[in-house]
């Protein structure tokens, strides 16, 4: 799509050079992919800093469902790697300046760093505690996921603390990735964010 110099296109922006996507859009796979991770996403961030509130008879459900959902983030955002490997996403929009479109990468890099890394230390932690998921915290209350680790309290701590940092780390970014599609949609006007939509 060509446009004059200082003004920006209004509906979903095409980059030139992007013959794959001559609509801009990102694929059915990639937009259901980013959907079920930002409800597991939800679910896991919410319960995990609400469960230490929680009174101990009411917990266990509580571990079970945040550990679920944190899990099938893991799987779900490997298998999203490998789609877009497969599948690579539209260009951005030509008029997207390039500290921008840098901010956003370092952003999405980022979140599928932790996406990766926060369940794996979460299930670590909780295999070193000696509360591996099985049992009333089985993966969907039904399969028992093997252990990986024994139990070991002092490594438990360091990968709780860890898992603490990586909490509040994902929150930060977040707030950054859902800041950015909010100027776009809303102040540059530039249909970045019905790409995903
Ligand atoms: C992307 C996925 C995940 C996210 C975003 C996430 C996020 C969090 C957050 C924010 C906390 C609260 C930390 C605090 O306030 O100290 C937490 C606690 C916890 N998480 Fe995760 N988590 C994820 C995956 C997992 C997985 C896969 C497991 C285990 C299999 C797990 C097990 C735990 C445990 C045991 C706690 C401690 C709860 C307590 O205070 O007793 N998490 N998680």
């Not at 209004?10 to 930002?38: C, E, I």
């Not at 956003?104 to 979460?122: D, S």
Request: proline letters at 6%; a positive charge; glycine letters at 8%.
């Amino acid at each position: 799509m060509d446009h004059q110099a200082g003004t920006i296109p209004s509906g979903t922006a095409v980059a030139r050079t992007d013959t794959l996507h001559p609509d801009g859009q990102y694929n059915a796979v990639a937009k259901t992919f980013h959907w079920v991770t930002v409800v597991l996403m939800a679910t896991a961030l919410t319960i995990g800093f609400l469960i230490k509130f929680m009174k101990d008879d009411s917990k266990m459900v509580f571990y079970a469902i945040h550990e679920t959902a944190g899990l099938t983030i893991l799987f779900v955002s490997i298998a999203r790697l490998v789609w877009r490997r497969l599948s690579p996403p539209p260009a951005l929009p030509d008029h997207v300046p390039a500290n921008m479109r840098m901010a956003a990468a370092a952003v999405h890099h980022g979140l599928y760093a932790l996406l990766i890394l926060q369940p794996i230390i979460g299930f670590l932690a909780t295999n070193a505690w000696g509360f591996p998921m099985q049992g009333a915290t089985a993966y969907f209350g039904l399969i028992d996921i093997p252990a990986v680790i024994g139990e070991m309290p002092a490594l438990a701590k360091v990968l709780s603390l860890i898992h603490t940092v990586f909490g509040y780390t994902l929150v930060v970014l977040l707030a950054a990735h859902i800041g950015g599609a909010v100027f776009h949609h809303a102040i540059r006007r530039d249909g970045t964010l019905l790409r995903m939509l």
